[in-house]
């Protein structure tokens, strides 16, 4: 089956203790994404990748870091997380083309950082 | 960016068509419109997209505008399962995507 996984599924942690989100697809794809969802904000771009090694920023980058080393993994990184990094984050991913493709997304990590 | 912009939140009856609109007045040529939806407690899912022409799928319908300023995601006949949020984005390649706060549709029953 087709499927975005992500881990954990629900996480509480505390300020500036590291933690890493994972993310994988088994779609062979090309893109991957990170969103936050705050309420009122809506979906929010954190980091995308187009491919191994190549990653960007999105809208709200601060505070967290990414890495692409393998096409079907995309882990997001809180090097020391804080309150305002409480959110539902989702990960996404997509073939690579030139606005056709469907974005996947997983069932969404919810983390709360005290 | 290209942005979106869209209502807040609509109401529809149950069975009865739905139209949720989206203006991107600023569209360039070679973007994609984008429809998604969230279920509660969900990741969004794809819907529908197009480039100029109208498209239908099984879940829905888009109507794009002759100008491509704008575009209509038509539910034909909602169900109580259509409840969600829906969300018009505009895909040019692998690009920052910008999803926005989307439109919450209510059904009543």
């Known amino acids: 089956e087709a499927q975005v996984t992500q881990n954990p599924r629900y996480l509480i942690t505390v300020t500036g203790k590291k933690l890493t989100v994972t993310c994988s697809q088994n779609?062979?794809?090309?893109?991957m994404s990170w969103y936050r969802q705050d309420p009122g904000l809506g979906l929010r771009q954190i980091y995308y990748?187009?491919?191994?090694?190549?990653?960007d920023k999105g809208d709200v980058p601060e505070g967290y870091k990414v890495s692409r080393k393998e096409k079907r993994n995309f882990p997001l990184i809180l090097e020391s997380p804080s309150p305002n990094q409480t959110s539902l984050y989702f990960c996404?991913?997509?073939?690579?083309?030139?606005?056709?493709?469907?974005?996947?997304f997983g069932e969404g990590s919810r983390l709360t950082v005290l | 960016d290209a942005k979106t912009t869209q209502p807040n939140s609509m109401e529809s009856n149950e069975e009865e068509p739905v139209h949720l609109p989206c203006n991107h007045s600023?569209?360039?040529?070679?973007?994609?419109i984008h429809w998604y939806r969230q279920l509660p407690s969900q990741g969004p899912e794809y819907v529908i997209h197009?480039?100029?022409s109208n498209v239908n799928n099984r879940m829905a319908s888009l109507a794009i505008a002759e100008d491509r300023k704008s575009s209509t995601l038509i539910l034909h006949r909602a169900t109580l399962r259509d409840a969600a949020v829906y969300y018009c984005?505009?895909?040019?390649?692998?690009?920052?995507?910008?999803f926005g706060t989307g439109t919450r549709l209510t059904i009543i029953p």
């Open positions: 996404a991913s997509s073939v690579t083309t030139t606005g056709t493709g469907e974005l996947f």
């Open positions: 779609m062979n794809h090309e893109y």
């Open positions: 990748s187009m491919n191994v090694e190549v990653t």
């Open positions: 600023t569209i360039s040529g070679t973007d994609y």
């Open positions: 197009g480039l100029t």
């Open positions: 984005i505009l895909r040019r390649g692998n690009e920052k995507l910008t």
